[in-house]
């Protein structure tokens, strides 16, 4: 789908809250792509986050869906926007493999308060895509 942001600075109010999001940071999670209604955040493998068995722990996946998910809503809500998840499912597909892990936050209805989103979570151990999990949410959208 194609969106046309309602703040043209999208971009940067997205970047800038990212930026603060102090989990994002402790995982060293990387904003890949920022579009209108389309965000992508990157992950690469690192043993501490883990569970027993060594696959990504899914409450890491989780986080990076969910981030992915709320920061393509806030990428279409008016200038001024805060974004909180109010409600999400995920579904954790296989085992979380790979190097590297993307999280592919896509809007799939937008509205002036509650904005539908999806996140697809891919694991590259090579060039090709495993997708190990998919999470649909609810967000509100709240003034800042």
């Known amino acids: 789908m194609h969106f046309k942001p309602a703040n043209p600075d999208f971009a940067a109010v997205v970047r800038g809250s990212f930026a603060t999001q102090g989990l994002m940071q402790l995982i060293g999670a990387t904003l890949e792509r920022v579009e209108p209604g389309a965000i992508d ?21 989780t986080a990076i869906a969910d981030s992915a998910a709320g920061y393509a809503a806030l990428s279409l809500m008016p200038a001024g926007s805060e974004v909180l998840s109010i ?44 997708h190990i999990a998919t999470l649909l949410a609810t967000m509100i959208s709240q003034a800042g």
């Open 87 to 130: 409600e999400f499912k995920i579904n954790l597909l296989r085992p979380a493999t790979g190097l590297r892990f993307l999280a592919e936050g896509r809007v799939v209805k937008a509205g002036k308060t509650i904005t539908v989103s999806r996140a697809d979570v891919f694991g590259y151990a090579d060039e090709k895509p495993i």
């Open 41 to 61: 955040i990157a992950l690469p493998f690192r043993d501490d986050l883990t569970q027993q068995h060594a696959f990504l722990h899914g409450a890491v996946t």
